[in-house]
């Protein structure tokens, strides 16, 4: 697999004052739609693999903004795998109101074990690799 679509329909939290979304939410819905990504895959943001906990920490994230977002919109979230390394995954994300793009962001996490020795990067598990192709240019 690699893109996943989702859509998000803004709530009061997600707004300020002026009833817009705040520009802070657009990095919670991009990693709301990782997650939603992994679990459809059978993972997620933290899985035990043996006596190893792994997770996937952000290593870099962006976000421009385009038009903005109103308490009430339903916004389309399409993501996709814009490189796989052998230890993290970056993703590019658009999101729309209908038609009309109102931004695009990226993020880069890196697979990390944590066990008895510390926190570190790692091979992304086999069985979640053989799932998730880098989508085509």
């Not at 709301?32 to 059978?42: K, S």
């Not at 993972?43 to 994230?61: A, H, I, L, N, R």
Request: hydrophobic share 35%.
């Amino acid at each position: 697999m690699h893109e996943f679509r989702t859509r998000r329909k803004i709530e009061f939290s997600d707004t300020d004052m002026g009833g817009v979304v705040h520009f802070s939410r657009f990095f919670i819905f991009m990693e709301t739609a990782e997650d939603e990504f992994l679990r459809q895959l059978g993972s997620s943001f933290w899985m035990q693999e043996g006596d190893v906990t792994v997770g996937w920490p952000k290593v870099e994230v962006t976000c421009n903004y385009l038009n903005s977002a109103h308490y009430g919109d339903e916004l389309d979230i399409h993501m996709k795998v814009a490189r796989k390394g052998t230890k993290s995954l970056t993703y590019e994300f658009t999101f729309h109101r209908g038609d009309e793009e109102l931004a695009h962001g990226r993020t880069t996490s890196v697979c990390c074990a944590s066990g008895p020795d510390g926190f570190h990067s790692i091979d992304i598990p086999e069985k979640l690799a053989q799932q998730i192709q880098q989508a085509p240019d």
